[in-house]
């Protein structure tokens, strides 16, 4: 009878894949509870409501997106794990992601999001020491604890459901990103005082202005 229960369990058991529908539902996830924390963190610093947006549309932090994915796909296969590994691996990965998205951001647009140089061991003041242990952190807590929650919660929701939204989220933030990236470039080319050419970066000016870029991306700052 215990025999019989056993291979019950074993048959009904739901095994844990890592779909590219569950790291875009992951991505999602990431990217709006990482844009409530950012602003509720702003609220708390400063006393004021201020806007994180990662893109013009949609109420999302991309970096977080990125994070949640980055720890999920770098920590699945050596979850069980020693604690250390976990940790270092997660401190090492997240860190080198770190420091490429505030060098790209700064490349591409000019601008930074973040900036360490007055926290004690930086580099260059794209990452520290101290965040950089925060990583490894987040990383025990991703995939020990956040990630199975996460994972099953996602399962639960009939597979149409998922597909639709994967579609659905995807589109709009592929159109986001463009138009966010559009407008970005055009206003670094303002204020290198060059004239709009064609069609395309005349609707670029009258409807993503200076006033307006600053305002969503009020935490970027120039360089």
């Known amino acids: 009878m215990t025999q019989a229960k056993a291979s019950e369990t074993k048959n009904t058991e739901?095994?844990?894949?890592?779909?590219?529908?569950?790291?875009?539902?992951?991505?999602?996830?990431?990217?709006?509870?990482?844009?409530a924390v950012e602003e509720i963190w702003c609220f708390i610093r400063h006393g004021y409501f201020e806007s994180?947006?990662?893109?013009?549309?949609?109420?999302?932090?991309?970096?977080?997106?990125?994070?949640?994915v980055l720890l999920t796909v770098s920590l699945y296969k050596i979850k069980d794990s020693k604690w250390y590994t976990i940790f270092l691996t997660a401190f090492v990965v997240c860190s080198a992601a770190e420091y490429i998205a505030s060098l790209g951001q700064e490349l591409l647009f000019g601008s930074v999001a973040w900036d360490y140089s007055n926290v004690p061991l930086n580099i260059n003041g794209r990452i520290c020491l101290l965040y950089s242990l925060f990583w490894g952190v987040l990383g025990l807590a991703w995939i020990k604890g956040i990630y199975p929650v996460l994972s099953r919660t996602i399962d639960a929701i009939p597979k149409d459901v998922t597909k639709y939204i994967c579609i659905a989220f995807t589109v709009f933030f592929v159109f986001d990103c463009i138009v966010s990236a559009s407008a970005a470039v055009r206003m670094d080319k303002r204020q290198e005082n060059v004239p709009a050419r064609n069609k395309v970066e005349i609707f670029l000016d009258e409807h993503y202005t200076d006033e307006r870029m600053h305002a969503i991306y009020a935490n970027s700052k120039d360089v």
Do not use: N, Q, W
């Open 14 to 35: 739901v095994k844990d894949e890592l779909t590219v529908e569950k790291l875009i539902m992951i991505f999602l996830v990431a990217c709006l509870v990482g844009y």
């Open 52 to 68: 994180r947006h990662s893109l013009i549309y949609g109420p999302l932090s991309v970096l977080y997106g990125m994070g949640a």
